[in-house]
Structure formats: C-alpha cells, structure tokens
C-alpha cells in the first residue's frame, strides 16, 4: 500500500466491500438471469462445467532496494488451477485496491489476469470476474487479503523467495447451453461432464495451436515456478496421508 499512516502489517483504513463469497465446500454455482435464460439458446438440463480457479497474490521483498513505503513488489492475480488460460470462460476481471492508491478500480481486459505494484500493507482486494456473454451474465465477487509477510514473525525475509497466498475455487455452470459446450470443450482449463445420452454437439472449436500461444500466455507465466499445486492426485494423496496418521495416533 503507498503512503498512509497504519501499521506496516496491518491497515487500520481497510476498505469494506459487500457480495457473494465463495462457498466453504470452494464450489461456487453461477446462474443466469431471465433476460439471459431466453436468449442464450437450448440449454443442457442437469448438465454442469465446471472451471477450476486459483486466486492470490504472490510478494517480493525488496532488501536493500526497499523505502519506508515501498518494502514490496506484489503480484494480484485469478489463474487456471493448473495455470491455463482462463479467457475461454472470463472476459475481464476488476481488482478494488485500497483507497491510498491512485486510480484503485483496476481492470485487466485479457489473460493472464493479473495485476503488479508496489507497497508496503496488506489490505483487503475485492476481485470481481466478469465472464463471456455466452457463459454468464452475472459476475462473481471474491475477496482475498493481500499478503506480504511470512506467516511465522520468526521468519526472516528473503529476496530470493516471495511469499505466496493462494485460494482454490471451483466455478460450476449449470444448465448450459449446446453452443457454450461445444466451444469450451477441449480446453484445458474446464472440466466437462458426462453427456446425456444420444446427446450429440455441433464440432468442438480447435483449441489454439500451443506453438502459437500469444506472448504472455499464463503457462509461460514468470511466476509459475512460485505456484502451489492444485491438482487433484495431490489432494488425494495429502487426504490419504492424513487417514494414515489418523490410523497411527
């Protein structure tokens, strides 16, 4: 945060935002409005997507290089569980600074969404996605605390190795129509159901060349080595690994 006169740790001036948050159980089910219901053509009955999201920031200190109020160069951003491109399902996404920063609405029109700056507190980000016409006419509103310094006070601050925050959630789509189906398909970052049967859909859309990808692309991400992983092979083997010390103890 740039220059105000709270606690380094802590903003005592912390914006207070209002909306949905995502479930407890990190599912998060869409709808669509009337207006969106009738225009979006036929829709698949008891058929959900689902698209696998990661949210969180992710903070370099500055060492030497560090003032009074810029201790830290951070990282805000809404990413593919496994680091896809998200813009198949999300069209634009808003991150609320707080208040002491200059132009604090800030819109990011394309992936990789994300946003960088340079501050010293931790403040509330209030994240709202805005998705495809095609998909969802309703934006969904997260939140997540900015987070610059190591959870233990005991640790020591390294230059070499950020702090990194990171929330899962899982966006579910239900009642979707053929024409979205038929276009998100193949993509990496969503994951489809099993289809009713005799269902047929119109050809899936090629997924984009990988040799093609633009520049900037969330899987040529600089910071994807810093990531945690998501995936679920490993959430099932720490849910294994606690039965076992549940068992030994």
């Not at 998705?131 to 610059?148: A, I, R």
């Not at 969503?190 to 990988?210: F, K």
Request: net charge neutral; charged share 25%.
């Amino acid at each position: 945060m740039p220059n105000t006169s709270s606690s380094k740790k802590n903003s005592q001036d912390q914006p207070q935002f209002s909306g949905p948050i995502p479930k407890s159980s990190h599912r998060t089910e869409m709808g669509k409005s009337e207006d969106s219901k009738k225009n979006s053509g036929k829709k698949l009955k008891d058929v959900e997507i689902s698209v696998p999201i990661v949210y969180g920031n992710i903070a370099f200190w500055l060492g030497k290089k560090a003032s009074e109020y810029q201790s830290h160069k951070w990282t805000i951003y809404v990413r593919g569980a496994s680091n896809e491109d998200l813009g198949v399902i999300i069209k634009r996404v808003v991150f609320q600074l707080h208040s002491s920063f200059n132009n604090p609405m800030r819109v990011v029109d394309a992936p990789p969404f994300e946003l960088s700056e340079a501050g010293w507190g931790e403040f509330e980000i209030a994240i709202t996605l805005y998705f495809h016409s095609d998909v969802c006419d309703k934006p969904l509103n997260l939140y997540h605390h900015l987070k610059l310094y190591p959870e233990d006070e005991n640790s020591s601050m390294s230059t070499k190795k950020p702090v990194v925050v990171e929330l899962y959630d899982e966006i579910v789509f239900p009642d979707p129509t053929e024409a979205f189906l038929a276009r998100v398909q193949n993509h990496p970052a969503v994951h489809l159901p099993r289809l009713p049967a005799g269902l047929t859909l119109p050809p899936p859309i090629p997924v984009e060349d990988a040799s093609k990808r633009r520049k900037g692309d969330t899987k040529d991400n600089p910071f994807s080595q810093w990531f945690l992983n998501f995936s679920e092979a490993d959430e099932l083997l720490q849910l294994a690994a606690a039965r076992q010390q549940v068992r030994m103890t």
